[in-house]
Nanobody, 123 residues
Framework: VQLQASGGGSVQAGGSLRLSCAAA????????MGWFRQAPGKEREFVGG????????NYADSVKGRFTISRDNAKNTVYLQMNSLKPEDTAVYYC?????????????????WGQGTLVTVSS
């Protein structure tokens, strides 16, 4: 199982970034996917999740209305579009494979993780 996250970088507040997570080594359509983030000195937290077919998504309240998760099953890739970024969005962002076809808020329900990509938002 391999998850390769990319797309992080530095951006000013109000800007946008799109993260990608390329999956390999498993049947991508069998699994929901999630995005998490971890800021310095804080716990890793749920950002959002998407079911295997992409028809259902869920977001943390802190990003709702600003972030959008999507997936392209033909490319084995899940995306996180981040708009209206705020300094408090600064974190390492991780994609993760759910243990099944539904997403969960708890990180313990994810059994494979990407290496993380750093997002820095300056004010």
């Amino acid at each position: 199982v391999q998850l390769q996250a990319s797309g992080g970088g530095s951006v000013q507040a109000g800007g946008s970034l799109r993260l990608s997570c390329a999956a390999a080594g498993f049947t991508f359509t069998n699994y929901a996917m999630g995005w998490f983030r971890q800021a310095p000195g804080k716990e890793r937290e749920f950002v959002g999740g998407i079911t295997w077919g992409g028809s259902n998504t869920n977001y943390a309240d802190s990003v709702k209305g600003r972030f959008t998760i999507s997936r392209d099953n033909a490319k084995n890739t899940v995306y996180l579009q981040m708009n209206s970024l705020k300094p408090e969005d600064t974190a390492v962002y991780y994609c993760a494979r759910s243990s099944g076809s539904w997403y969960y808020i708890s990180r313990t329900m994810y059994d494979a993780w990407g290496q993380g990509t750093l997002v820095t938002v300056s004010s």
